[in-house]
């Protein structure tokens, strides 16, 4: 997948984070309230230091207003080391009991100096077909 490709961007301290959701048909059960999206993360260090992603943060809201906080150590299992100019590339999904919503959240980095900083993860939408509610 190349950047073009991620409809979601948001640049902070010199790192890119680029996001693809996408609502998986074949997964879903729209019968039983089960909505599963998958999602695509690109990752890029434009930064001048090798960066390390210690920790994640999300923030997850359904179409009814429920909201989920998930905190945890890196993601999918690892705590990547990016240099200078290096991408890192992962996916994962998120199951929702309604047709849509919305995720955002940050990743908390530390520079080779030692400094942690905070990196914006874009808000991105999780809609699938079965969504009825019209927005303005």
Known sequence: MDSDSFPYAQET???MV???PEYL????DPARRRYLW???VQIENNADQTIQLLKR???ITDSAGR???VDGEGVVGEQPVLTSGETYFYVSGCPLSEPSGMMS???MMRRDDGEEFDVTIPAFSLDSPYETARRN
């Open 13 to 15: 301290w010199g790192v």
């Open 18 to 20: 680029r996001v693809y």
């Open 25 to 28: 048909d074949d997964e879903s």
């Open 38 to 40: 998958r999602y695509a």
């Open 57 to 59: 943060h999300w923030e």
């Open 67 to 69: 909201r989920q906080i």
């Open 105 to 107: 959240g940050s990743y």
